[in-house]
């Protein structure tokens, strides 16, 4: 298992010296990658999902673009792997989010990890024009798209949501396989179309519960597939605080001190859990919050340390 950590693409000390700086640390300290996320909108009404009110932060009004800022970063660094967690796959035409994930792989030497979703907020649908009510068969479709214009030429694609005429589309990507695609999902209707389609899982590490039920149907149903599970990953994206201090009381679990975080990241190790990587929204500074950075890679032995790759 290795880890890593989201950089400062949103938030109160967001900024292009500031996601410079992260990177090139994270990278000093060990982390195995930086992932980025993609916000589309922040809407002045307020968000929904699913015609119901959900409350979002203030940080969301303003996000750098993901993958832009991944391959600035793959300039800036040399061997630290570059991930979105996540793009919303079926906001993009699959041609072209195919082609921008190459050329970062090109960009990076082989570093791009495609962490993709379906995003959840209504505005977002309504302004892309995509339904919702169709996204789960045109997510897969988008990965068939994908892998299609990631592999040999001439490239072609016919489905219900998107055609390819043959084509030669390049770069191609520098890994040999493809970028890999992790999907995220919690949903067992998710999990199983990441058992399907994707190179790993991406959950939200709500729970040790969530994530023990998650990654054991999510490798039930890759075998139920067919497919060979020795070749699938686990991300696991983990939304909590860490603290220079212990939490009491109802600590989130992979929150806390780094002596705390370190003790559940063992709990992960049956898992067969093959890399985390946190969002931490409680530091103010890129000063703290590369302290606690530092922190954690002490209190985590060299020995559980491997690339994702």
């Known amino acids: 298992m290795d ?3 989201v950089l400062p693409t949103s938030g109160p ?7 410079t700086r992260v990177a ?7 982390y195995g990658a930086v992932w980025t996320y993609e916000r589309l909108l922040y809407p002045t009404a307020g968000a929904t999902s699913g015609g119901r009110p959900q409350p979002l932060p203030d940080y969301y009004a303003s996000t750098f673009e993901p993958i832009e800022t991944l391959s600035y970063v793959a300039a800036c660094t040399e061997r630290i792997r570059l991930g979105t967690s996540v793009v919303n796959a079926i906001f993009h035409n699959p041609v072209v989010l195919a082609r921008r994930f190459a050329t970062l792989d090109q960009l990076s030497g082989g570093r791009a990890i495609a962490g993709l ?9 309504e302004a892309v024009g995509v339904s919702q009510r169709t996204r789960g068969e045109a997510l897969e479709e988008a990965i068939g798209v994908l892998r299609a214009a990631w592999g040999a030429d001439p490239v072609g694609f016919q489905g219900k949501h998107y055609a390819v005429p043959s084509s030669a589309i390049n770069p191609k990507p ?7 695609i992790v999907l995220a999902a919690m949903a067992p209707a998710a999990i199983d179309r990441a058992a399907r389609v994707a190179d ?3 959950p939200v590490a709500f729970s040790y519960e969530s994530l023990e039920e998650a990654v054991t149907r999510f ?5 139920e597939a067919g497919r060979d599970v020795a070749d699938l990953r686990v991300v696991v994206r983990a939304n909590t605080p860490i603290t220079s201090s212990d939490l009491g009381g109802e600590r989130p679990f ?9 003790a559940d990241l063992d709990r992960l190790v049956g898992l067969e859990v093959d890399h985390v990587l946190f969002a931490d929204g409680t530091s103010t500074t890129v000063d703290e919050a590369l302290r606690r950075l530092a922190e954690l890679r002490e209190a985590v032995p060299t020995a559980r340390w491997r690339t994702l790759a």
Request: charged share 20%.
């Open 3 to 5: 880890l890593g950590v």
């Open 13 to 19: 000390y967001a900024s292009v010296k500031a996601i």
């Open 24 to 30: 090139r640390e994270a990278e000093q300290l060990g």
């Open 117 to 125: 979703g379906l995003g959840w907020m209504d505005q977002e649908y």
């Open 174 to 180: 520098v890994q040999r396989s493809g970028v890999p």
């Open 200 to 202: 790993g899982l991406h």
């Open 219 to 223: 490798r039930t149903m890759a075998r």
């Open 254 to 262: 992979l929150g806390g001190s780094a002596r705390q975080i370190a």
